[in-house]
């Protein structure tokens, strides 16, 4: 398919999935919101209400990035090549994920959030192949999306620490706040990595927002709350020196 019939695939697609999330979230859809929901079945890895607010920032990105890709402009051509039809199938994706939780349908919606993460991260590797990315393709296409994979990776462990409470799983023996807290280290750690292996410099501060909204809602539970305090400065520490030496490595090449 052209890069022009692909801009308004990628419209179409932006399209609904803001009118299937806006049904999910306000209870349209099943006649619950998602956000009861997932309340419902509290884990110890759910950060507090507030930190979801970070769709608004993820949408609005993907909003500017879906436009700047229907504009007539070179960059903006470049980047729908490099999509291909990835924007499509994240949507879908999405779509299937949101549909599937706001119908308590959750181990359907676990393994389609597994899919829906794996092909985030096969389209910002396409984005990040090929030729070089100028300004306005990092700012308006690449960013947005870095913001949108780190936040699924993190909700991931936040949906399997969910379904872990709808079936009842005895964590083999070991406390949920202990899985908690080792999660949150590994959460630190992936932003770390991803910082420093695919430059994604957003990927440290989703995580620590999310942690800190741990430490927030579990104040009172001294393990979960100290490890937040420690947990966030470090990941946000780490994250800026792994970025750093990433690109001392491969050096970024929009401004190489």
Same mark, same amino acid.
């Given at each position: 398919?052209?890069? #022009?019939?692909?801009?308004?695939?990628?419209?179409? #697609?932006?399209?609904?999935?803001?009118?299937?999330?806006?049904?999910?979230?306000?209870?349209?859809?099943?006649?619950?919101?998602?956000?009861?929901?997932?309340?419902?079945?509290?884990?110890?890895?759910?950060?507090?209400?507030?930190?979801?607010?970070?769709?608004?920032?993820?949408?609005?990105?993907?909003?500017?990035? #879906?436009?700047?890709?229907?504009?007539?402009?070179?960059?903006? =051509?470049? +980047?729908?090549? /490099?999509?291909?039809?990835?924007?499509?199938? =994240?949507?879908?994706?999405?779509?299937?994920?949101?549909?599937?939780? &706001?119908?308590?349908?959750?181990?359907?919606?676990?393994?389609?959030?597994?899919?829906?993460?794996?092909?985030? $991260?096969?389209?910002?590797?396409?984005?990040?192949?090929? =030729?070089?990315?100028?300004?306005?393709?990092?700012?308006?296409? /690449?960013?947005?999306?870095?913001?949108?994979?780190?936040?699924?990776?993190?909700?991931?462990?936040?949906?399997? !620490?969910? !379904?872990?409470? $709808?079936?009842?799983?005895?964590?083999?023996?070991?406390?949920? =706040? *202990?899985?908690?807290?080792?999660?949150?280290? $590994?959460? *630190?750690?992936?932003?770390?990595?991803?910082?420093?292996?695919?430059?994604?410099?957003?990927?440290?501060?989703? $995580?620590?927002?999310?942690?800190?909204?741990?430490?927030?809602?579990?104040?009172?539970?001294? +393990?979960?709350? *100290?490890? &937040?305090?420690?947990?966030?400065? &470090?990941?946000? #520490?780490?994250?800026?020196?792994?970025?750093?030496?990433?690109?001392? /490595?491969?050096?970024?090449?929009?401004?190489?």
């Amino acid at each position: 398919m052209r890069a #022009t019939s692909w801009k308004f695939v990628n419209v179409a #697609t932006f399209v609904v999935v803001m009118v299937f999330n806006a049904l999910a979230g306000s209870g349209a859809l099943s006649g619950e919101s998602i956000g009861l929901i997932a309340n419902r079945y509290r884990s110890l890895f759910l950060p507090a209400n507030y930190v979801f607010g970070i769709w608004s920032l993820i949408y609005l990105g993907l909003f500017v990035s #879906t436009v700047y890709q229907a504009l007539p402009l070179p960059g903006a =051509a470049h +980047a729908v090549r /490099r999509f291909g039809s990835w924007w499509l199938i =994240a949507g879908l994706l999405n779509v299937a994920w949101v549909s599937l939780f &706001a119908f308590a349908q959750f181990a359907a919606a676990l393994a389609v959030m597994v899919i829906f993460l794996v092909s985030l $991260v096969a389209a910002g590797a396409r984005l990040r192949r090929g =030729a070089a990315a100028g300004w306005d393709e990092l700012l308006f296409v /690449r960013w947005p999306f870095d913001l949108y994979l780190a936040w699924i990776a993190v909700a991931l462990i936040a949906n399997s !620490f969910q !379904f872990a409470q $709808v079936v009842g799983f005895s964590g083999f023996g070991i406390t949920e =706040a *202990t899985w908690a807290v080792a999660m949150m280290v $590994v959460a *630190t750690l992936l932003g770390t990595w991803m910082a420093w292996g695919w430059g994604m410099w957003l990927f440290p501060p989703v $995580v620590a927002w999310a942690l800190h909204g741990i430490g927030v809602r579990y104040a009172d539970l001294p +393990a979960l709350a *100290t490890a &937040a305090a420690w947990l966030v400065p &470090a990941g946000l #520490t780490l994250g800026a020196l792994g970025w750093g030496l990433g690109r001392r /490595r491969v050096p970024d090449p929009a401004v190489g």
